[in-house]
């Protein structure tokens, strides 16, 4: 028999309309003028809740069934999240992605979960009628905006206040095992993977995130992920969403998080580093200081430990930042606070430790493996890591136990071990003495020279501590098991290059782990992931320094 949550997560923002009905729930920034801050309109959780149970009927009616597959392709707002909510209320599975991902990734994404629904802005319904054989299986379509030439419903049409009753379809107990969203993957450092996450994985995600963030239904969160807007609402607590273009978060002006902040008193801060930073730097520039703040929770990418450190400079005294470690298979898995990075930890990172990124939360196990791209059927067929550096895996009740797609992802990306099932990050790493977890890079993008393996969060950290140096990327060119270290350079806006490059030599000289490395390559701006505009796309950057190298780019940027 298979194992229930119990009343249905996400009725827990129907509890929070019927106790607090006139709280807000979504404040959301309205178009401003150029150079001008922005105006918020918002809804409460009365609200919320009743629009959502009203599209859960609607969508019902329209032919939106339990189990059917729907494709959400909707910008962050309140539309997003009253869809969702009323998906999961009629039983559906909506399905998520970046579009920034680019349009033929994501055509061949989409139509691999072979959608049955399809409820988007107008933009994306073009795309799905210009692409019809993508989209073959779609029989109801829903235009969030105005309908063109498509046909179906708009989802004004629906309206958002109920006439008579609505009975949700899971209202009663949910089976923890079976799929609830599908959440694609980034694709920043492979293709993209659909993760079907079920109840028990997203209930799992519910109460772990309010265990680590302490979030309470009597405050504000601003987040720039929208999982994230998902889990903050099903605790209570009302979300900001300032102006933001989600494929690019790491253009938010850091004047509009401050106004946000200021204009909702924010207690917790969700963001990605490239928000993170020019936040940092703008309130540093400007003398502004943020005590409303008592909680900041960075991930999605290795966040400079002089960010996470420098936060508190700018925030109240009891103020908590964490740097946290998740994936969309797994939300969250640990986290770290700054008080314990600034307690030494970060000497490490500097002297190429790897970053620390905290102890598992509870309920989440972590092994090693030792490194292979091959599959591990079971716990029979893994290896210890020789050096105590090996693959990072997990499991737990919020940890997803399979790929919808592609089939392949789960025979390489999941360990069998009885009735648990362990997912492989990707991730390197390492376990120190007081069970934290340190990263060194993605096992996709390390680099092996012939006698030694190179991880690039490692090597980059040693070099990232160079006075006129922004940022590093470790990366190799060459044959695959020969491969030739290059560490590719954005220089700090007024700093002298060459001096910079001799800087770079010395330190790296005074280090075993880079004093062989001996190319480095200035690059005007690293490519970085659509979702936090902060992992750096080294394998874009590994083509480009390849071309550098062989002389058949001598570009401005040669140095």
Not at 286 to 308: K, Y
Not at 315 to 338: K, N, Q
Not at 397 to 420: F, Q, T
């Amino acid at each position: 028999m298979s194992a229930s949550v119990g009343t249905a997560w996400f009725d827990a923002v129907g509890d929070h309309a019927r106790r607090r009905p006139d709280a807000p729930a979504v404040s959301y920034a309205e178009p401003a003028a150029r150079g001008a801050l922005p105006e918020y309109t918002g809804i409460s959780f009365a609200e919320l809740s009743e629009w959502s149970d009203v599209l859960a009927r609607k969508f019902a009616e329209s032919g939106i069934g339990r189990g059917d597959r729907t494709i959400v392709l909707i910008n962050p707002g309140p539309e997003l999240y009253a869809v969702l909510f009323g998906l999961f209320k009629a039983g559906a599975i909506p399905v998520v992605i970046d579009p920034g991902m680019g349009l033929r990734p994501m055509l061949r994404c989409l139509s691999a979960v072979d959608p049955q629904a399809f409820v988007g802005i107008p933009q994306a319904h073009a795309v799905r009628v210009l692409f019809r054989r993508a989209f073959r299986g779609v029989r109801v379509p829903v235009t969030v905006g105005r309908r063109w030439f498509w046909g179906g419903r708009t989802l004004a049409e629906f309206g958002r206040v109920r006439n008579g009753s609505v009975q949700s379809e899971l209202t009663t107990p949910v089976d923890a095992s079976a799929p609830a969203m599908i959440a694609f993957t980034t694709g920043s450092t492979g293709p993209a993977k659909a993760v079907e996450l079920t109840h028990g994985n997203l209930a799992a995600m519910l109460e772990r995130t309010q265990a680590l963030t302490g979030a309470t239904d009597r405050e504000a969160a601003l987040v720039t992920l929208p999982v994230f807007g998902v889990l903050y609402l099903l605790i209570g607590t009302g979300i900001v969403l300032p102006p933001l273009i989600p494929s690019r978060v790491g253009s938010t002006d850091p004047a509009h998080v401050v106004d946000a902040v200021t204009r909702f008193d924010v207690r917790t801060l969700f963001a990605s580093p490239a928000v993170l930073a020019p936040l940092l730097a703008h309130c540093r520039e400007h003398e502004v200081r943020l005590p409303s703040i008592r909680a900041v929770f960075s991930g999605g990418a290795p966040v400079p430990d002089t960010v996470i450190t420098g936060l508190r400079g700018i925030l109240s005294e009891d103020a908590d930042v964490h740097a946290g470690y998740g994936a969309t298979e797994s939300i969250p898995m640990s986290s770290i606070e700054s008080r314990e990075l600034a307690s030494g930890l970060s000497d490490g990172t500097r002297r190429g430790a790897g970053t620390c990124i905290g102890r598992p939360v509870e309920g989440i196990d972590v092994r090693l493996v030792a490194i292979t791209d091959d599959p591990i059927g079971g716990w029979d067929d893994a290896a210890e890591p020789a050096d105590g550096v090996g693959e990072i895996v997990v499991t737990g009740p919020n940890v997803s136990v399979r790929y919808h797609w592609p089939d392949a992802a789960n025979l390489l990306g999941k360990i069998v071990d009885g009735e648990r099932v362990w997912h492989r990050t990707g991730d390197i790493g390492w376990i120190d003495d007081e069970g934290r977890i340190w990263f060194c890079g993605r096992k996709s993008q390390r680099i092996v020279t012939g006698d030694r393996t190179l991880h690039t969060v490692q090597v980059e950290q040693i070099f990232n501590t160079v006075d006129g140096v922004a940022r590093t990327a470790l990366v190799g060119v060459g044959a695959r098991t020969q491969q030739r270290p290059v560490v590719c350079v954005e220089v700090e806006s007024g700093a002298d290059i060459e001096a910079v490059l001799a800087r770079l030599r010395t330190h790296g000289a005074d280090f075993d782990l880079t004093n062989t490395i001996d190319t480095f390559l200035v690059h005007p701006g690293f490519p970085v992931d659509i979702r936090h505009n902060a992992k750096i796309g080294r394998e874009s950057l590994s083509v480009w320094a390849d071309r550098r190298l062989d002389g058949s780019r001598l570009g401005r940027w040669r140095r």
